[in-house]
Structure formats: structure tokens, C-alpha cells
């Protein structure tokens, strides 16, 4: 079975400033992550993704993640934050084996930046 | 990246109608697609697992004969929301799957009257 925690299901931050939204998974495979954007009435675009190659992925749009088998997290993080980054962000975890490609989400972190 | 097209992107229905909403990939062949219901502010819930040429697999608690959904090519993926409720009106997408990424539609906003 495979499970996303994000923490924080709202992450207001000021323009210019760090971005920090978390998330830990549980997986007893090793996993794929990954980090989606969603715009109001809209889907999800792809940030970035870990598939077991670089621990710290870069993505579009200045955001990196780090994948820490450790601490089972892979927190998304953009040095500073742009109005055009508030949206919802979702983690999510899949397999890298099986045939369906099923992802689980997390519940989604709201950011909202501040001029 | 591929492109998935979802369509209508938004409909209003009445109450006891049926609702088809399509999703196509444009760009490439997918196997596999997936539809996802997401209600205000909460995550996506996976419905049903759709594959090209074979019946749907549904997820628990997910009922086959409300949400019928056909695969019958490999760019083509529907979902029929039938007899549809009040209940039912929530944003629904779906995705394909192309090697290990998969793309999204844009969403469909159903509201049922």
C-alpha cells in the first residue's frame, strides 16, 4: 500500500520569499514521486519527478524537490516565491513496477503568496 | 510534453439525464487512461482505471452502472454519468498514462440541477 502526507493544507508566503510545502510518503516499494499544479477549474500540470535516478530534481518554473529515503519525504521548495505561483500543489506516489500506473495523491497544500 | 484533451469543459445538466464527458490523447497512444473525481478543495479520488479494448476496473465504493466507462481506441477514453443527481456534480478528470509520466485533462465542471 502507498500513502502521501502533505503538511499543511495552506502555505501562505510573501513575494520574494521561500516556498516550503511538504510531503512524506509511505510506499514498501520504492516509489515514483511527484509534485502536480492545479489552477482553479483546471487539471494538473507536472512540476517534476523523482523516478530513482538524482535524489534533488529539478522542475519547471524555479521548483526543486529532494527525495530523502530516510525521512521518506520529498519536500518541494522554490527559493522565491512569484504571484503566479499561488495555486494548489499535490504530491503524489506510484509504483515503479505494475503495468497501471496508478497514482495516489495527497490532499493538496493551497499557496497563496502575498504582494 | 503529451497533451490530453478533456471535453466539455464544463456542462450543466438536468436531474435523471445521462452525461458523456471524452478524453483524448492527441499526441500519442495511451493503453491506459484514468478518471479521478475531485470535489471543493480536496484531493483527487481515483475512480476507475480504463483500458483500451477490456472492461474498466473501478475503485471500491465506485458504482459501474452510474459511471460507465469505454476505451475503444487507444486516443479515446469516455466516461457516462447516467440517471445523474445533485450528487453528482463535481469536477472530474482524467489522465493517460505515456511511458512513466502521466498527463492531465483539463477537467470537466459537471453541475447537476
Known amino acids: 500500500a502507498q500513502s502521501v502526507t502533505q503538511l499543511g493544507s495552506h502555505v501562505s508566503v510573501s513575494e520574494g520569499a521561500l516556498v516550503l510545502l511538504r510531503c512524506n510518503y509511505s510506499?514498501?516499494?520504492?516509489?515514483?514521486l511527484f509534485w502536480y499544479v492545479q489552477y482553479p477549474n483546471q487539471g494538473l500540470q507536472l512540476l517534476l519527478k523523482?523516478?530513482?535516478?538524482?535524489?534533488l530534481v529539478k522542475g519547471i518554473n524555479g521548483f526543486e524537490a529532494e527525495f530523502k529515503k530516510s525521512e521518506t519525504s520529498f519536500h518541494l521548495t522554490k527559493p522565491s516565491a512569484h504571484m503566479s505561483d499561488a495555486a494548489e500543489y499535490f504530491c503524489?506516489?506510484?509504483?515503479?513496477?505494475?503495468?497501471?500506473?496508478?497514482?495516489?495523491f495527497g490532499k493538496g497544500t493551497l499557496l497563496t503568496v502575498n504582494p | 510534453g503529451a497533451v490530453v484533451s478533456q471535453h466539455p469543459s464544463r456542462v450543466i445538466c438536468k436531474s435523471g439525464t445521462s452525461v458523456k464527458i471524452e478524453c483524448r490523447s492527441l499526441?500519442?497512444?495511451?493503453?491506459?487512461m484514468f478518471w479521478y473525481r475531485q470535489f471543493p478543495k480536496q484531493s483527487l479520488m481515483l475512480m476507475a482505471t480504463?483500458?483500451?479494448?477490456?472492461?474498466?476496473?473501478?475503485e471500491q465504493g465506485v458504482e459501474k452502472d452510474k459511471f460507465l466507462i469505454n476505451h475503444a481506441s487507444l486516443t479515446l477514453s469516455t466516461l457516462t454519468v447516467t440517471s445523474a443527481h445533485p450528487e453528482d456534480s463535481s469536477f472530474y478528470i482524467c489522465?493517460?498514462?505515456?511511458?512513466?509520466?502521466?498527463?492531465f485533462g483539463q477537467g470537466t465542471r459537471l453541475t447537476v440541477v
Open positions: 480504463s483500458n483500451e479494448g477490456s472492461k474498466a476496473t473501478y
Open positions: 499526441d500519442f497512444q495511451a493503453t491506459t
Open positions: 489522465s493517460a498514462r505515456e511511458y512513466e509520466e502521466a498527463f
Open positions: 510506499s514498501s516499494v520504492p516509489p515514483y
Open positions: 503524489a506516489v506510484s509504483h515503479s513496477g505494475g503495468s497501471n500506473y496508478k497514482l495516489t
Open positions: 523523482y523516478t530513482s535516478a538524482a535524489t
